[in-house]
C-alpha cells in the first residue's frame, strides 16, 4: 500500500519514494530548551513520532533514521542562563541550563508515547560543520562577511522562496523592519554573529562567535542525515523563515536541487478557542496537564484531529479522549488471546497522509465488531461470530498498539475541574453543617455520591474541626 504525505513544497500529497528504502531519513526541528514545554510544542512531537512509527512499520525498525536537534544556543537560552547561572562561564551556564532543561523534555514527550529519535543532536556539538558549511557558501559566492557577520547572501540564490511561496515583496516587507547596517540586501540573513565577552561564543574564521538559527539544522541534518534525505518536519511556523532559509543553505553549499524530497508541517495548537498565550492565562505545559491526565490521554485528544488542520485543545476533548480510549482498552481486556493482527483499515488511512482522525473511526469501528454490537442474532454460527469479534479486538489492540498506545486499562486520573468542583461542593458541605442546616449538607452529599464521590468525616484531634476526605468510587 503505497504511502502519500502532503508536501508544502509542491502543495499536494506527494507519492511518499525513499531516496533509499534501507535507510529512510526524517529530520524534525526539536525544541530550544530553556524552559518547560508547552503543549503546542508537544504537537510536532507527537505527529512526527506517529510518522516514525509508520515508517518502521513499512521499512522495518532498522531502516530509518529519525533525527531531531536539540536547539541549544539560542538569546533567550543565554538570558536565562545569565539569571540562572550567574557565577559560570557563558557556555557552562547555557550547557547547565539546556541539559536541565532537556532533560525535562525528554521525561514529559516519553509520557505522551513517544520513542526516543535515533539521534537527538545537540547544536552546540555542530560547530565544526556550521562552519565548514558557512566556508563553502563564502566560496561558492552565496554568502559575505561583514563586521564579524556571516551573511547568506538572499539575491545570490534564484529561486530562493520556492517553499513558502511568498512574493518578493512580502518578504521584503518583512525583513525591513530592522535592517543592519552591514547587509547587502535587507533579505539576507545571519549565519554567524559575534559574540561579546559576557555571550557564549566559539572561535571561527570570522572571530569569536555564534550561529544563527538556521544554519544548526543546514549542519545537524548534513552530519546525521546527508547531504539530501526524505523529510523534514515542523510546525507551520518554520515553513518561513526557518526552513526557507535551511533550504537556500543547504542546496547552495552542497549543489543540489532539495534538501529534502518531502516537507511536512503541522497546523497550530490554540487552547479553547484562543490562540494560547501567557498573558490571557491559558498557557499550558506539558508537565502541569500530566498532573492532571495520563499522557495517553493527551496523545489520543492529539490525533483526534488531522495533523494539518488547527487543534482547539479542550477539556471537553480531553474528556471524551479518556472516554474512548478506555473504551477500546476495556474491549480489548475482555478477549484472553490478544496477539495484535495487522489491521488493513488503519493502515490505508495512516498511509493517506497520517490521517489519524479517519483510523481513529476504523478502529471505532472494530471496537463494535469486538464488542458485539454489530451481531444481529442472524445467520452466523456462533463460533463464527466468536471469531470476528476475536479478529477485531486482535485488530484493534494492534492498532492501539501503532499508535504509541499500550493496551493495558489507565488509572483514571481526575481533571483539575473535576477536582475543583469536588473540594467546592465538600466545602459548602462544611458550611451548611455548621450553620446546623442538615438538609442542605445532606443534599450535598448525594450530590457528590451521585458523581461517584464517597465523603469521610473525622475529627482534628488537635483543632476538634471536622475534616473531609474524599475519593471516587466508579
Ligand atoms: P519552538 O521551541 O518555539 O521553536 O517550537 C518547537 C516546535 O513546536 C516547532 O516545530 C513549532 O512549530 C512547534 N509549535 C510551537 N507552538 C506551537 C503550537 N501552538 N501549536 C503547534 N505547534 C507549535
Ligand atoms: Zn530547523
Redesign the pocket.
Known amino acids: 500500500m503505497g504511502l502519500k504525505l502532503y508536501n508544502t513544497l509542491t502543495r499536494q500529497k506527494d507519492d511518499f519514494v525513499p531516496i533509499d528504502a534501507n535507510n529512510v531519513r526524517m529530520y524534525v ?1 526539536g ?2 530548551v530553556y524552559d518547560f514545554a ?1 503543549i ?2 508537544a ?2 512531537v507527537i505527529v512526527f513520532d506517529v510518522l516514525f512509527r509508520l515508517l518502521r512499520h513499512v521499512y522495518g525498525e532498522a531502516h530509518v533514521t529519525y533525527v531531531r536537534n536539540i ?1 541549544d544556543v539560542d538569546d533567550k537560552i543565554n538570558a536565562r542562563a545569565m539569571r540562572d547561572y550567574p557565577n559560570d562561564k557563558p557556555v557552562e551556564a547555557i550547557r547547565h541550563l539546556t541539559e536541565t532543561t532537556y532533560a525535562q523534555f525528554e521525561k514529559d514527550v516519553t509520557e505522551l508515547g513517544c520513542l526516543k529519535p535515533t539521534v537527538t543532536p545537540r547544536a552546540t556539538e555542530h560547530i565544526a560543520e556550521m562552519i565548514a558549511i558557512i566556508e563553502r557558501l563564502i566560496a561558492g559566492g552565496h554568502a559575505y562577511v561583514a563586521e564579524g557577520h556571516a551573511l547568506f547572501h538572499v539575491p545570490a540564490m534564484a529561486d530562493y522562496g520556492a517553499l513558502a511561496r511568498r512574493s518578493l515583496d512580502d518578504m521584503m516587507a518583512g525583513a525591513r523592519v530592522e535592517v543592519a547596517p552591514y547587509k547587502r540586501d535587507p533579505m539576507d540573513f545571519v549565519l554567524w554573529k559575534p559574540s561579546k565577552d559576557d555571550e557564549p561564543g566559539w572561535d571561527s574564521p570570522w572571530g569569536r562567535g555564534r550561529p544563527g538559527w538556521h544554519i544548526e539544522c543546514s549542519a545537524m541534518s548534513w552530519k546525521h542525515l546527508g547531504e539530501t534525505f526524505d523529510i523534514h518536519g ?5 515553513v518561513f523563515p526557518h526552513h526557507e532559509n535551511e533550504i537556500a543553505q543547504s542546496r547552495c553549499a552542497f549543489h543540489r536541487d532539495v534538501m529534502a524530497n518531502i516537507f511536512m508541517h ?1 497546523g ?2 490554540q487552547v479553547e478557542g484562543e490562540k ?1 498565550s501567557k498573558s490571557l492565562g491559558n498557557f499550558f505545559t506539558i508537565r502541569e496537564l500530566l498532573n492532571d491526565w495520563p499522557g495517553e490521554v493527551l496523545r489520543f485528544n492529539m490525533l483526534k484531529t488531522h495533523y494539518r488542520a488547527p487543534i482547539d485543545f479542550t477539556v471537553r476533548g480531553l474528556e471524551e479522549s479518556a472516554a474512548i480510549l478506555t473504551k477500546f482498552k476495556k474491549t480489548v481486556a475482555k478477549f484472553s488471546r490478544i496477539s495484535g493482527m495487522e489491521s488493513v483499515g488503519v493502515i490505508s488511512a495512516l498511509s493517506d497522509d497520517l490521517n489519524t482522525p479517519a483510523a481513529i473511526t476504523e478502529m471505532n469501528h472494530l471496537n463494535s465488531i469486538a464488542s458485539g454490537v454489530t451481531y444481529d442474532g442472524g445467520a452466523a454460527k456462533l463460533s463464527e461470530v466468536l471469531e470476528r469479534e476475536e479478529e477485531a479486538a486482535n485488530k484493534l489492540a494492534w492498532a492501539l498498539k501503532l499508535l504509541g498506545f499500550s493496551t493495558q486499562e489507565n488509572k483514571v486520573t481526575l481533571s483539575a475541574e473535576f477536582r475543583n468542583q469536588v473540594t467546592a461542593l465538600i466545602a459548602a458541605r462544611l458550611e451548611a453543617r455548621k450553620a446546623r442546616n442538615f438538609a442542605e449538607s445532606d443534599r450535598l452529599r448525594d450530590e457528590l455520591a451521585a458523581m461517584g464521590v464517597v465523603l469521610k468525616d473525622a475529627k482534628n484531634k488537635d483543632t476538634g474541626e471536622i475534616e473531609t476526605t474524599w475519593e471516587v468510587k466508579r
Open positions: 526541528c525544541p530550544t508547552h503546542g510544542n504537537r510536532p536547539t515542523g510546525g507551520v511556523d518554520l503541522n497550530f495548537l494560547m
